[in-house]
């Protein structure tokens, strides 16, 4: 599940995936990153990706350009909530509650998938096979 | 995060969500759409020769819905 941690006007949204992990999904499986809804199930309601810069987060998605600095390298976005009128708490769930619930519902779909892509890429790598290399025995001029 | 509606006069795609530090041009390119040929117009409005490589945020659009569209150039019938 995401958090959302304030210090000051500074709100930080992190999430529980990595940025890594966000680009790779990204790269191939992007409709892990979406939620879909509405007639059919075909209208896009929320988004996950990557940037640049402190990223963003509203209603119709989420754009993450930092991670954190600890081992976990979580993707986060940084916001800034100056001239807030009123309690600063319920201005953000006001905000973000909604986006939060999404991002939420995403992340839990996307461990699976994951390890579905690494499955597969490991799969490619282990079928690449490097042929043509010539031993010090073997080479042309050796003998001569 | 600004939801952009990419097409033509005839027809509209689906809106794609993007941040609002995308360029114009990005956008137009992952729509597959020709910006060569014809006048690219931002919410109703024609955009000038640079404009393309500007962000959504330069133009003020930071959030909410908004419409980038190319309008082919035709001369009227005598």
């Known amino acids: 599940m995401s958090k959302i941690a304030v210090a000051g006007n500074a709100v930080v949204v992190t999430s529980k995936m990595s940025l890594e992990d966000i680009k790779t999904l990204e790269k191939y499986r992007?409709?892990?990153?979406?939620?879909?809804?509405?007639?059919?199930?075909?209208?896009?309601?929320?988004r996950v990706m990557s940037t640049k810069g402190m990223g963003e987060i509203d209603s119709c998605g989420a754009a993450f350009g930092q991670c954190t600095h600890d081992e976990a390298k979580n993707a986060c976005i940084?916001?800034?909530?100056?001239k807030v009128e009123g309690d600063l708490k319920e201005?953000?769930?006001?905000?973000?509650?909604?986006?939060?619930?999404k991002l939420d519902q995403?992340?839990?779909?996307?461990p699976a998938v994951l390890a579905e892509v690494k499955a597969e890429r490991a799969a490619i790598m282990d079928g690449i096979e490097f042929v043509g290399s010539v031993t010090a025995a073997e080479e042309p001029n050796a003998a001569e | 995060m600004v939801r952009v509606i990419t097409g033509t006069t005839l027809k509209r795609n689906d809106p794609v969500t993007v941040p609002s530090t995308t360029t114009l041009k990005s956008v137009l390119e992952d729509g597959r759409i020709d910006y060569?040929?014809?006048?690219?117009?931002l919410d109703g409005s024609p955009l000038s020769a640079g404009d393309l490589n500007k962000?959504?945020?330069?133009?003020?659009?930071?959030?909410?819905?908004c419409f980038l569209l190319n309008v082919v150039k035709a001369d009227n019938a005598a």
């Not at chain 1, 992007?30 to 929320?46: D, H, I, T, V």
């Not at chain 1, 940084?78 to 100056?82: A, H, I, Q, R």
């Not at chain 1, 201005?91 to 619930?101: F, R, S």
């Open chain 1, 106 to 110: 995403i992340e839990e779909t996307v």
């Open chain 1, 78 to 82: 940084t916001l800034v909530f100056d």
């Open chain 1, 91 to 101: 201005v953000i769930a006001d905000k973000l509650g909604a986006a939060k619930t």
């Open chain 2, 36 to 41: 060569a040929n014809a006048r690219i117009h």
């Open chain 1, 30 to 46: 992007p409709s892990a990153l979406k939620l879909m809804g509405g007639e059919n199930g075909k209208e896009e309601l929320f």
């Open chain 2, 55 to 65: 962000t959504f945020a330069d133009f003020g659009i930071t959030e909410g819905t």
